[in-house]
């Protein structure tokens, strides 16, 4: 298990921009897959975006591609989600997630089941 802890989150209007992070406890960082997900009121967890381990391969929502851009500094054992062109429907409680990496196959995981630790959430609210 990893602890992770997201920052950034926070109250813009729409079209603004927002970057969160989330710092991972664990030296060994880049053994992880790490995803973000979020959560909407009355909906259930969706995928967001996952990165690899080395940050060389990364996985969008339909939703946000072209928006948002996941990245990842293993200096820093903390990976990032930058949010650009925010829209209402973006909002929601952004959870970081870990994925213990079996293989280097650079698989897409977007289900939250696939991920073995979560952060608590950082609240992103979009207004219109």
């Known amino acids: 298990q990893v602890q992770l802890v997201e920052s950034g989150g926070g109250l813009v209007q729409a079209g603004d921009s927002l970057r969160l992070s989330c710092a991972a406890s664990?030296?060994?960082?880049?053994?992880?897959?790490m995803g973000w997900f979020r959560q909407a009121p009355g909906k259930e967890r969706e995928f967001v975006a996952h990165?690899?381990?080395?940050?060389?391969?990364?996985y969008y929502a339909d939703s946000v591609k072209g928006r948002f851009t996941i990245s990842r500094d293993n200096a820093k054992t903390t990976v990032y989600l930058q949010m650009n062109s925010l829209k209402p429907e973006d909002t929601a409680v952004y959870y970081c997630?870990?994925?213990?990496?079996?293989?280097?196959?650079?698989?897409?995981?977007?289900?939250?089941?696939?991920?073995?630790?979560w952060g608590q959430g950082t609240q992103v609210t979009v207004s219109s």
């Open positions: 664990r030296r060994t960082f880049n053994n992880y897959v």
């Open positions: 997630a870990a994925r213990t990496i079996f293989d280097y196959s650079d698989s897409y995981y977007p289900t939250p089941g696939e991920y073995g630790s």
């Open positions: 990165i690899n381990w080395s940050g060389g391969r990364t």
